[in-house]
């Protein structure tokens, strides 16, 4: 089965790669053919069609919806490898994170250049505060000459470096995400922590704005300004911060970041 479309996602500051494909109607409910009488050629579409639903409420965010279709595609097709980075896909976002570690494994396993698969193992086992597996499974991809993604997983390094007390590593390996591609905003949403826990404040506004600037949807959009707002309390400059927390208040999509927003304005009110 190929999948030839992704869709490209992210999660915090962490680098994922999605799933996607072409949507295939699913088959009729009528049929209680059992899957052993099915040819090879029946469970691949049945497989294909739950495949493509599970891609479908992703990308809505619809995971429970996903994780049934998925789990129905690997009844057809349990060595699919692709099926097994959707489980792992939708076992992350529901925080259920040896689940999907199982899953992503097992992608590997039966697709040993997955690359996708092995970044998202590497954001995975970051979620999980395993940082040394996470920075392992990163050098592997930057390691991979045909990886077309280099600055994914250098950001993944420098996330991983950073949570392991090796600020200089993370700076450097941030950077470097930057020279590939100077607009991906999770390395700078990743620099502006590192330089605000370093006390650089100027520097780390600055990449804050640079994610900003980026557009990079709201959640995203909610972390860094709510750690703007941080920031400009920490500088004196009052308005600027409750600018910057009111907007994070008023997002109905910032997540936790709104209900901190508004617990500092009420400190500062």
């Not at 190929?2 to 699913?26: E, K, M, Q, W, Y």
């Not at 479908?56 to 789990?71: I, K, S, V």
């Not at 699919?80 to 896909?89: K, Q, V």
């Not at 259920?96 to 250049?113: C, S, T, V």
Request: aromatic share 10%; net charge positive; hydrophobic share 40%.
């Amino acid at each position: 089965m190929r999948h030839p479309r992704f869709i490209a996602i992210a999660a915090s500051a962490l680098a994922l790669v999605g799933l996607g494909c072409a949507f295939t109607p699913a088959p009729g409910p009528g049929s209680a053919t059992s899957r052993s009488d099915l040819s090879a050629f029946e469970k691949e579409t049945r497989s294909r069609a739950h495949y493509d639903l599970g891609v479908d409420h992703l990308a809505r965010g619809q995971t429970a919806q996903a994780l049934r279709e998925f789990l129905a595609a690997l009844e057809y097709r349990p060595d699919d490898a692709w099926i097994h980075l959707g489980l792992g896909e939708c076992y992350r976002r529901k925080s259920l994170y040896d689940q999907a570690e199982q899953h992503l494994l097992r992608a590997i396993e039966l697709k040993p250049h997955f690359q996708t698969a092995q970044l998202n193992l590497s954001a995975l086992y970051a979620h999980m505060q395993r940082y040394q597996d996470s920075a392992v499974w990163a050098q592997k991809l930057i390691e991979d000459p045909t990886y077309p993604a280099p600055w994914r997983a250098y950001n993944n390094l420098g996330w991983a470096y950073l949570r392991s007390g090796r600020p200089d590593q993370a700076r450097a390996a941030l950077q470097t995400a930057l020279e590939y591609a100077p607009g991906f905003w999770p390395a700078h949403l990743n620099l502006g922590i590192l330089e605000s826990e370093a006390g650089s404040k100027l520097d780390a506004i600055g990449h804050f704005e640079k994610v900003l600037d980026r557009k990079p949807g709201p959640f995203a959009e909610a972390e860094a300004r709510y750690r703007m707002g941080e920031l400009f309390v920490a500088l004196g400059n009052r308005g600027r911060a409750v600018e910057q927390f009111t907007k994070v208040a008023d997002n109905p999509a910032g997540g936790k970041w709104e209900k901190k927003s508004q617990d500092y304005l009420k400190l500062l009110q």
